[in-house]
């Protein structure tokens, strides 16, 4: 697939003033968080480090607080929920619980390898070994990470009548990840995932565990995209430990996206080959899922996951190309290209829930880069450039139904206040191009919009 071109947006006043103002906030002494001597850095606080040294087991989380503003929504729309849309990640304007999440697991010991993430290196374990897996979110956040015919469906998070979910204030409770694994001796090193868990596909993940692949409080449009949790099985297996580096390859096979209870009869496929130089400075991962997403006429429409209703197979899937370098050690360059399409075979009776009978298919394809640079121990910065195309509104929906192509650059910057606490200011401007009279900012007024946000993460 050829590269798409990431187009250059014309600066904004009130872009120039944030960025001015991050740099005035990274160079503050309050918050430059240098030490003032050279011992060593204190340890992170562990709220459960009795639990976790009594039993073997890890206990932990974090507390996500956010806030945002943009300039395209109105007094009204701002005091409700998803004013920011199509931006995600700091989705409300204001302040906002974005999640407390918390995690208690067993993890692998014995492995050299990590399910969805990498291979490691060093020997291969000889040993069985077997970890658990369980995580719970609650704010903002846990309406995205319910999963159909499960959490999705608890009173707690349902939505009045006549309620877009989310356009609220409400705030939601999920069970994002709940899994068991086991590694064993075999070949080069095996390991099989069983359970609900993240599909491994893509680039960014939608929590802000740490450490992760995340950089920005605000999402790339490529993660609205992409799977993001699944239910079934998965095997990941070393295939390549030499000279040439690290080679982990994945398949599995799951109900489908964000679905507990499947919507027609067939399973879905998750995969991915995972490279990484010996010296685990340099990442090359690709990862898909394919399978037919359709529900089964007569039976609950999975919305908004699940958009088609037809009595035969429409296949869905997505392709992710992500290459990851750290050319110097304060250095790291990140780029993805990502396709995908949605089939219809254009029949009466496939029927896309918004646009009616006779969906005849749609694609999207998108590119996204990123360079990150160090300037201090505490001090981070972040450039993001992005473009994805969705001309036929199929890949960004619930965020937006319309139609067209999406670009959008960042700046932030992650500062360490404390071992514990991380701020994260950024300045995002997004810009719709090809979508002809319909915009998707400003609750559909406006065809760019400028977001200044900033989170907190509370590690425990």
Same mark, same amino acid.
């Given at each position: 697939?050829?590269?798409?071109?990431?187009?250059?947006?014309?600066?904004?006043?009130?872009?120039?003033?944030?960025? =001015?103002?991050?740099?005035?906030?990274?160079?503050?002494?309050? =918050?430059?968080?240098?030490?003032?001597?050279?011992?060593?850095?204190?340890?992170?606080?562990?709220?459960?480090?009795?639990?976790?040294?009594?039993?073997g087991?890890?206990?932990?989380g974090?507390?996500?607080?956010?806030?945002?503003?943009?300039?395209?929504?109105?007094? *009204?729309? &701002?005091?409700?929920?998803?004013?920011?849309?199509p931006?995600?990640?700091?989705?409300?304007?204001?302040?906002?619980?974005? %999640?407390?999440?918390?995690?208690?697991?067993?993890?692998?010991?014995?492995?050299?390898?990590l @399910?969805?993430?990498?291979?490691?290196?060093?020997?291969?374990?000889?040993?069985?070994?077997?970890? #658990?897996h369980?995580?719970?979110?609650?704010?903002?956040?846990g309406?995205?990470?319910?999963?159909l015919?499960?959490?999705?469906?608890?009173?707690?998070?349902?939505t009045?009548?006549g309620?877009?979910?989310?356009?609220?204030?409400?705030?939601?409770?999920a +069970?994002?990840?709940?899994?068991a694994q086991?590694?064993?001796p075999?070949?080069?090193?095996?390991?099989?995932?069983?359970?609900?868990?993240?599909?491994?596909?893509? !680039?960014?993940?939608?929590?802000d565990?740490?450490?992760?692949? *995340?950089?920005?409080?605000?999402?790339?449009?490529?993660?609205? %995209?992409?799977?993001?949790?699944?239910?079934?099985?998965?095997? !990941?297996?070393?295939?390549?430990? !030499?000279?040439?580096?690290?080679?982990?390859?994945?398949?599995? #096979?799951?109900?489908?996206? /964000?679905?507990?209870?499947?919507?027609?009869?067939?399973?879905?496929?998750?995969?991915? $080959?995972?490279?990484?130089?010996?010296?685990?400075?340099?990442?090359?991962?690709?990862?898909?899922m394919?399978?037919?997403?359709?529900?089964?006429?007569?039976?609950?429409?999975?919305?908004?996951?699940a958009? +088609?209703?037809?009595?035969?197979? /429409?296949?869905?899937?997505?392709? !992710?190309?992500?290459?990851?370098?750290?050319?110097?050690?304060?250095?790291? =360059?990140?780029?993805?290209?990502?396709?995908?399409?949605?089939d219809?075979?254009?029949?009466?009776?496939?029927?896309?829930?918004?646009?009616? @009978?006779?969906?005849?298919?749609?694609?999207?394809?998108? &590119?996204?880069?990123r360079? +990150?640079w160090?300037?201090a121990?505490?001090?981070?910065?972040?450039?993001?450039?992005?473009t994805?195309?969705?001309?036929?509104?199929?890949?960004?929906?619930?965020?937006t139904a #319309? %139609?067209?192509?999406? *670009?959008?650059?960042? $700046?932030?910057?992650?500062?360490?206040?404390t071992?514990?606490?991380?701020?994260?200011?950024?300045?995002?401007?997004?810009w719709?191009?090809?979508?002809?009279?319909a915009q998707?900012?400003?609750?559909?007024?406006?065809?760019r919009?400028?977001?200044l946000?900033?989170?907190?993460l509370?590690?425990?």
């Open positions: 697939m050829n590269a798409l071109p990431l187009p250059t947006p014309s600066p904004t006043p009130l872009a120039r003033a944030c960025v =001015l103002a991050c740099s005035l906030l990274a160079g503050a002494p309050a =918050l430059a968080g240098e030490p003032e001597d050279d011992g060593p850095p204190a340890a992170p606080y562990a709220l459960f480090e009795r639990f976790n040294a009594a039993t087991w890890n206990a932990s974090y507390l996500q607080l956010g806030w945002s503003a943009n300039d395209a929504s109105t007094h *009204n729309q &701002a005091a409700a929920g998803h004013s920011n849309f931006v995600v990640g700091p989705a409300d304007e204001g302040l906002q619980l974005n %999640a407390l999440a918390l995690v208690l697991e067993r993890p692998m010991a014995r492995t050299n390898l @399910p969805r993430i990498t291979p490691t290196p060093g020997p291969v374990p000889w040993e069985f070994d077997w970890g #658990v369980a995580e719970l979110t609650y704010g903002r956040n309406l995205p990470a319910g999963m015919g499960l959490d999705a469906e608890w009173g707690l998070n349902r009045p009548a309620t877009a979910p989310g356009s609220t204030r409400q705030n939601y409770l +069970l994002p990840q709940v899994f086991a590694y064993l075999v070949g080069l090193g095996v390991a099989f995932t069983v359970g609900r868990f993240g599909s491994g596909v893509g !680039s960014e993940i939608p929590p565990w740490r450490p992760g692949p *995340n950089f920005f409080y605000s999402k790339a449009y490529a993660m609205v %995209a992409q799977p993001d949790q699944v239910a079934g099985v998965l095997a !990941s297996a070393n295939l390549m430990r !030499s000279d040439w580096g690290l080679l982990m390859g994945e398949a599995g #096979v799951v109900n489908g996206r /964000q679905n507990w209870q499947d919507n027609n009869g067939d399973k879905s496929w998750v995969g991915a $080959l995972r490279w990484r130089s010996g010296d685990m400075a340099t990442w090359v991962d690709y990862s898909f394919r399978g037919n997403e359709q529900n089964e006429p007569g039976g609950v429409v999975q919305m908004p996951v958009r +088609l209703i037809s009595p035969r197979g /429409q296949l869905r899937q997505h392709h !992710s190309l992500s290459f990851t370098s750290h050319p110097a050690n304060d250095v790291e =360059l990140h780029g993805e290209l990502l396709w995908g399409r949605q219809g075979d254009g029949r009466a009776d496939t029927i896309d829930v918004l646009t009616g @009978p006779g969906f005849a298919g749609g694609s999207w394809r998108g &590119a996204n880069a360079v +990150l160090r300037t121990p505490d001090r981070q910065w972040g450039a993001r450039l992005e994805f195309q969705d001309r036929q509104a199929q890949a960004l929906f619930p965020v #319309v %139609a067209g192509d999406f *670009n959008a650059l960042t $700046l932030g910057l992650r500062q360490d206040l071992p514990n606490v991380v701020l994260r200011p950024e300045i995002r401007h997004d719709q191009s090809h979508h002809g009279s998707a900012f400003g609750g559909g007024r406006a065809s919009q400028t977001t946000s900033a989170d907190v509370v590690f425990f």
